[in-house]
T-cell receptor, first 113, second 116 residues
């Protein structure tokens, strides 16, 4: 158990809908990262938050957004969902340094029908 | 362009034999290097990392990796494979001076199959 929790574990929804994925980082970790894992794109970095502020953006679509709350949990919002958004979404957390290990949650498997 | 590569989609090894999972990277500067393992329907588990110092890094479950700067490689190794080591292995790199904060760039993954 990495100490990172993600809810829900599974999500099935329809095209055009909006969903919210939730992540709680390990105790004491200030950084939260979101990654998407799909068969065709592999593991891709989406976005990073550090202590409530957006730190870096990767290959995140404009339909996707995220935030980190004062209690450090984070939410990833996916809107106007398309079939191609079906993937495994991971949250990871780490301390503040560049060499800090990122610990991953169990993921949320999203299926868009 | 900066990149990380895992040249083998699959590695097959017999139980008890040594295993190697390859990773190479292309970057100017000194990257931070990581190995993760993913079991079916599970998240990624951290195995080991190289930041600086000794080129041979020891990690969890008996795994180790050797950083080779001249060959820009960071191969994962284990002296004696177990059937339970069968999983998907990812090499990840955090490039120096990256505009992506501390994000990890992952290889495509290598499926390791250890047969009894």
């Amino acid at each position: 158990d990495s100490g990172v929790t993600q809810t829900p574990k599974h999500l099935i929804t329809a095209t055009g809908q909006r969903v919210t994925l939730r992540c709680s980082p390990r105790s004491g970790d200030l950084s939260v990262y979101w990654y998407q894992q799909s068969l065709d794109q592999g593991l891709q970095f989406l976005i990073q938050y550090y202590n409530g502020e957006e730190r870096a953006k990767g290959n995140i679509l404009e339909r996707f957004s995220a935030q980190q709350f004062p209690d450090l949990h984070s939410e990833l919002n996916l809107s106007s969902l398309e079939l191609g958004d079906s993937a495994l979404y991971f949250c990871a957390s780490s301390g503040s340094g560049g060499g800090e290990t990122q610990y991953f949650g169990p993921g949320t498997r999203l299926l868009v029908l | 362009a900066q990149s990380v590569a895992q040249p083998e989609d699959q590695v097959n090894v017999a139980e008890g034999n040594p295993l190697t999972v390859k990773c190479t990277y292309s970057v100017s500067g000194n990257p931070y290097l990581f190995w993760y393992v993913q079991y079916p329907n599970r998240g990624l588990q951290f195995l080991l990392k190289y930041i600086t110092g000794d080129n041979l890094v020891k990690g969890s479950y008996g795994f180790e990796a050797e950083f080779n700067k001249s060959q820009t490689s960071f191969h994962l190794k284990k002296p004696s494979a177990l059937v339970s080591d069968s999983a998907l292995y990812f090499c990840a790199v955090r490039f120096p001076n990256s505009n992506s904060g501390y994000a990890l760039n992952f290889g495509k993954g290598t499926s390791l199959l250890v047969t009894p």
